[in-house]
């Protein structure tokens, strides 16, 4: 059975607006994503999460939004909370209402929190994050979690107190390569000589080809056929893309520049899945000007944002 364009145009339609009229949040909460995560690739995966629920949920809504930046942080505390909820216990836990959160300098807490909230268990590292870098009130955070005030103040004092035991530096979670520096190689050679068999055949049958946050494609025929494709805006354009393979954290991506009239620079990032020595999945992350500009500055390399929507049809 088949979605006919009478549903899927609307809902396309209704997607682009609701990306169009939450753009202005999308920096803080790719922060607080970021943040709550650890790692630049689970960050943004939990901001398109967030942004699917919250799309999803608006239809369920018995009257409008009225803070949009609470409503969306508190999907996104949920999906966080949920992922660990059952799996550690301290997702879950109820704090006693009696502990009060110690003072704490914000400038202690910002300075901290890139390198050493990872390190605290889910449900404190919300807390933390939402009182003292995002500034939200006790009952604002309280409600964002789901939780009692005093449970806020009672994850206060306890992420706090953790934050100043630990050692002052200390490493993020790097991440693993989810693909061979081998096939990513292969990948970049086959892309770069234009060779569109060459590349197709290092693509398992069923293959997703996603542009983060847009579209995904199914299965090689459309990955390298279908003249709307992503690779159709890359190869079609000549030589207009380059594709290098830089190690990032330990994980071989893909880098794609673009050479333009203002000299070149870094467009997309794309990053491979691989089984049994072939690819079965590629995302590009063209729409997510955080996770872009993050990563080619970790890199040293000139990078042009690309907003959060497509601008061809």
């Not at 992503?230 to 994980?251: K, N, P, Q, V, Y």
């Amino acid at each position: 059975m088949k979605i006919s364009d009478e549903i899927v145009g609307p809902v396309k339609g209704a997607w682009h607006l609701f990306l169009e009229r939450t753009e202005s949040l999308r920096p803080d909460l790719h922060k607080y994503c970021r943040s709550l995560s650890g790692s630049v690739w689970d960050g943004e995966d939990l901001v398109q999460d967030t942004l699917l629920r919250a799309f999803a949920r608006l239809s369920q809504a018995s009257e409008p939004i009225e803070n949009v930046r609470a409503y969306m942080f508190k999907v996104a505390s949920n999906l966080w909370i949920d992922k660990f909820r059952g799996l550690r216990e301290v997702a879950s836990a109820d704090f006693p209402e009696q502990v009060q959160p110690e003072l704490a300098q914000p400038y202690e807490i910002r300075d901290a929190a890139r390198q050493l909230l990872t390190h605290l268990p889910p449900m404190e590292r919300a807390t933390v994050l939402l009182k003292d870098v995002f500034d939200f009130s006790l009952e604002e955070t309280a409600r964002a979690l789901d939780v009692s005030v005093g449970a806020v103040k009672a994850g206060l004092h306890r992420g706090r107190a953790k934050l100043h035991e630990m050692p002052e530096k200390m490493r993020e979670n790097e991440a693993k390569p989810s693909s061979s520096a081998t096939l990513v190689k292969e990948f970049v050679d086959a892309f770069n000589a234009r060779d569109l068999n060459r590349l197709l055949a290092v693509m398992r049958e069923d293959v997703t080809s996603e542009m983060v946050g847009m579209f995904v494609e199914n299965g090689r025929e459309s990955v390298g056929r279908n003249v709307k494709s992503i690779l159709h805006h890359t190869f079609a354009s000549s030589d207009a893309w380059r594709a290098e393979m830089r190690d990032f954290g330990g994980e071989p991506i893909v880098v794609l520049w673009a050479r333009e009239t203002a000299g070149n620079a870094v467009k997309s990032l794309a990053r491979l899945d691989e089984l049994e020595g072939v690819i079965t999945r590629v995302r590009y992350y063209f729409f997510c000007p955080e996770t872009l500009t993050e990563v080619c500055n970790e890199l040293g390399l000139a990078v042009k944002t690309n907003g959060y929507r497509p601008t061809w049809n």
